[in-house]
């Protein structure tokens, strides 16, 4: 059974527009929600993470939104840039941790 | 500082030889983990470490072996290749339950071929 579920499997947003992607998780014992960020060829590298005492979390143009009683959160990314196109990852966890399937990000000039 | 070094980059196998991952971490991390990816299936957990000498299953760990001899190495073995097991795979460290954040950090990755 798989920990958390994320969708969509891949996403193409116009440069300027808003990116948004979807996770599940079962666990109610997860205490820290981060979201990756993964460039061909390369390891994923952390974005922006949140803890689920926290319904929202703001980075520049990256925002976690968190909903603990549905068991859900997402990523949104604004005035989203060709520069975002990677493949981005939802985990949820704390002494292990558990990955969605990921999403294909490709933003068009 | 070089973060997490993963060793080889690149290997192809045959079916039924074994091998031996390395990663190692210069960030004085409590806890570290082996993940591969495969495409459609995002990053599955093989096994991890909450400190030197521990180890633990993750959601794939059958067909691997790891160990923790020391704090800042971690790792992943096959004993007996098969084509299945042909997958990127990455290590990560973190500070772990307590530290100042869960980040991980991950390794470049290895990419291994079983034929």
């Known amino acids: 059974q798989q920990q958390v579920k994320q969708s969509p499997q891949s996403l193409i947003v116009q440069k300027g527009g808003i990116s948004i992607i979807n996770c599940a998780y079962e666990?109610?014992?997860?205490?820290?929600f981060p979201w990756y960020q993964q460039f061909p060829g390369k390891g994923p590298a952390l974005l922006i993470a949140?803890?689920?005492?926290?319904s929202e979390k703001k980075e520049g143009r990256f925002t976690i939104s968190f909903n603990k009683s549905a068991k859900q959160f997402s990523l949104h990314i604004m005035d989203s840039q060709p520069g975002d196109s990677a493949t981005y990852f939802c985990?949820?966890?704390?002494?292990?941790?558990?990955f969605g399937t990921g999403t294909s990000l490709t933003v068009i000039p | 500082n070089a973060g997490v070094t993963q060793t080889p980059k690149f290997r192809v196998l045959k079916t039924g030889q074994s091998m031996t991952l390395l990663c190692a971490q210069d960030?004085?991390?409590?806890?570290m983990y082996w993940y591969r990816q495969d495409p459609g299936m995002g990053l599955r957990l093989i096994h991890y470490?909450?400190?030197?000498?521990?180890?633990a299953k993750g959601e794939v760990p059958d067909g691997y072996n790891v160990s923790r001899l020391k704090k800042q190495n971690f790792l992943l073995g096959l004993e007996s290749a098969a084509p299945s097991q042909t997958s990127v795979y990455f290590c990560?460290?973190?500070?772990?339950?307590?530290?100042?954040?869960?980040?991980?950090?991950f390794g470049e990755g290895s990419r291994l071929t079983v034929l």
């Open positions: 985990a949820g966890g704390g002494n292990q941790f558990y």
């Open positions: 666990n109610t014992a997860f205490d820290y």
């Open positions: 960030m004085n991390h409590e806890y």
């Open positions: 990560a460290s973190s500070y772990g339950r307590g530290g100042p954040t869960g980040e991980l950090f």
């Open positions: 470490s909450v400190g030197e000498g521990t180890t």
């Open positions: 949140i803890r689920p005492d926290v």
